[in-house]
């Protein structure tokens, strides 16, 4: 069991350039979500994803655009890369939710400097 | 939106010592969930709380929820450099399973 994986684990673009990050889950969790961390800002909620073919927009989605095609995978695409999407990226599953919020599980992150 | 804050953003102290963070909402939460992130790490789960007034504990952390359910603490007991990492808290916001964080409180322990 894997848990949950991200690719790749450290990328540097340059200004404008587009670029995929791959997350994937092995738990058949419904919900997927993808989170920025810059220092001193905790972590804030760029997409989520609550079962194939849903998708919404979190805190800050500009720049970035998912989709959600299968239960496993939830890729981040940045669509123009600018200096201030230089973050951490990770990606979180959990599964169903009842009337409580289930445990997000994180994947290691995505370190991206753009230049 | 909703919002948390946690205080305090840094401490540091001498293993051995206690430390305690808080972590205050300025509406009422129905639960909120505290996560460990060691440097250079992820996130992970710790604890989720419910119930007004609740206490919980795992071993030396002391994991609090108000009364009227708008703030919560975590106390660790006797630091350890294990301890070392940001400790955030976690209240939901917007149905399902979103989750907002607090920016996170970094604890460094001095062996």
């Known amino acids: 069991n894997a848990g949950v994986t991200q690719t790749p684990k450290f990328q540097v673009l340059k200004t404008g350039q587009s670029m995929t990050l791959q997350c994937a889950q092995d738990?058949?969790?419904?919900?997927m979500s993808w989170y920025r961390q810059d220092p001193g800002m905790g972590l804030r909620l760029i997409h989520y994803?609550?079962?194939?073919?849903?998708?919404d927009q979190g805190e800050v989605p500009n720049g970035y655009n998912v989709s959600r095609s299968t239960t496993e995978d939830f890729p981040l695409r940045l669509l123009s890369a600018a200096p201030s999407q230089t973050s951490v990226y990770f990606c979180?599953?959990?599964?169903?939710?009842?009337?409580?919020?289930?445990?997000?599980?994180f994947g290691p992150g995505t370190r991206l400097l753009v230049l | 939106g909703q919002q948390v804050m946690q205080i305090p953003q840094y401490q540091h102290v001498q293993e051995g010592e206690d430390f305690t963070t808080y972590c205050n909402s300025s509406?009422?939460?129905?639960?909120i969930q505290w996560y460990k992130q060691r440097p250079g790490g992820h996130p992970v789960f710790l604890i989720q709380?419910?119930?007004?007034?609740e206490v919980k504990k795992q071993k030396r952390l002391t994991f609090q929820f108000g009364e009227a359910k708008k703030n919560s603490s975590l106390h660790i007991t006797a630091t350890q450099t294990t301890d070392v990492g940001t400790y955030f808290c976690?209240?939901?916001?917007?149905?399902?399973?979103?989750?907002?964080f607090g920016a996170g409180t970094r604890l460094a322990v001095h062996p």
């Open positions: 976690a209240p939901p916001s917007g149905g399902y399973n979103k989750l907002i």
């Open positions: 994803s609550v079962g194939a073919g849903i998708t």
């Open positions: 979180a599953s959990s599964g169903t939710a009842g009337f409580l919020q289930e445990t997000q599980y």
């Open positions: 738990m058949n969790h419904e919900y």
């Open positions: 509406t009422t939460l129905s639960n």
């Open positions: 709380l419910v119930k007004s007034g």
